[in-house]
């Protein structure tokens, strides 16, 4: 039988690519999404759109009461900066949001939940690259609801009172990148903004001095490992780290941009500021979990990936 995946935030840029691939895979998708940072475009066709959000749970009661297989928890606010601003919007889409999540999971029996959890919780992290076993030290508030809302999801796992088996995997995703990442919100994605920059002909705003490190992995790698996961047992119960293992620097990755469009430091304004709150120094990915328990790698190197993404952005900024 056709298995029914319900994505939330499935309309935004990483729950377009992992819809994709379900639909490749002869899922059925439904995927729920306000559309406030997701696109309609980002949809493969085929899916089944519901506009709304993990706010309103008479909706998600609707979704859930036909049956699911799986919940792909995707939705939520993703911006530290934003997170600090309106610490408590932030907590009631990212933690609230998963909690409701789980509520509808556990009324329905829904057996399968996949978690987007992130990197930042790792926060000043000594060990780098780092496992998944090193104590999260979250230093914005944005990474607290994120480190929230995994434990929610792996307490309520836990629980000996549900009446039926409930499994879930939580993805510390580092920083994904990749076709169809918006060029246009200055709050997500320094790779994306630093493309969308040089293509409207901006300065580079580069905040610290730039040698601070960041891991980026190819959006179409990540959307391999959350499909694998669905229904592999060795994933159940697991918080899995996604990412490469090699951090680059923004300095690095603002030169890689800049060659790409034929410009230097010296022909090309670059502008440093003050570090943002919250913001993390080091980033990389220990990712032997992922490899022992779903065989997973990266395939897309930013040395091809970076380049092809900007070939998509000329592309898209053409059109």
């Known amino acids: 039988m056709t298995k029914r995946v319900l994505i939330t935030g499935g309309a935004g840029f990483i729950g377009g690519h992992i819809a994709e ?16 940072t997701g696109s309609l475009s980002n949809l493969p066709h085929g899916v089944r759109f519901v506009e709304g959000d993990t706010s309103d749970l008479e909706m998600l009661d609707r979704i859930a009461v036909r049956g699911l297989d799986a919940v792909l ?13 309106d610490p408590a919007a932030d907590l009631n889409v990212n933690t609230l949001g998963t909690i409701r999540v789980l509520q ?31 104590p999260p030290e ?34 510390r995703m580092f920083n994904v990148y990749g076709p169809r990442q918006s060029l246009t919100n200055a709050y997500q994605g320094v790779f994306a903004i630093f493309v969308g920059n040089v293509l409207r002909g901006e300065p580079i705003r580069i905040y610290s001095d730039g040698q601070q490190s ?27 780290n996604l990412g490469t293992g090699h951090p680059t620097s923004v300095n690095q990755l603002a030169d890689l941009v800049l060659q790409a469009f034929g410009h230097t430091r010296a022909t090309y304004p670059i502008e440093y500021h003050p570090t943002h ?5 080091v980033s990389a990915a220990d990712i032997t ?31």
Not at 217 to 227: M, S
Not at 277 to 281: E, F, I, K, L, N
Request: proline content about 6%; overall charge neutral; glycine content about 6%.
């Open 21 to 36: 691939l379900l639909l490749e895979r002869a899922y059925e998708v439904i995927v729920l999404d306000n559309l406030a």
């Open 73 to 85: 928890h995707i939705a939520g606010q993703a911006s530290i900066r934003l997170s600090f601003a």
């Open 104 to 134: 509808a999971c556990l009324k329905h029996h829904i057996p399968r939940l996949l978690y987007a959890s992130s990197m930042v919780i790792y926060g000043g992290a000594p060990q780098t690259p780092t496992p998944e076993t090193a």
């Open 138 to 171: 979250p230093v914005s508030y944005y990474a607290i609801t994120k480190y929230a809302g995994e434990r929610y999801v792996h307490a309520t796992a836990l629980r000996p009172d549900l009446g039926f088996g409930f499994n879930v995997t939580s993805f």
């Open 214 to 240: 960041r891991d980026f992995v190819h959006v179409t790698d990540v959307a391999r490992a959350w499909v694998d996961a669905i229904d592999n047992p060795a994933s159940f119960g697991q918080v899995i």
């Open 277 to 281: 709150a919250g913001d993390m120094r």
């Open 289 to 319: 979990r992922a490899a022992q328990l779903l065989g997973w790698s990266p395939r897309i190197p930013v040395e091809v990936g970076m380049p092809q993404t900007i070939d998509w952005a000329r592309a898209h900024i053409a059109t």
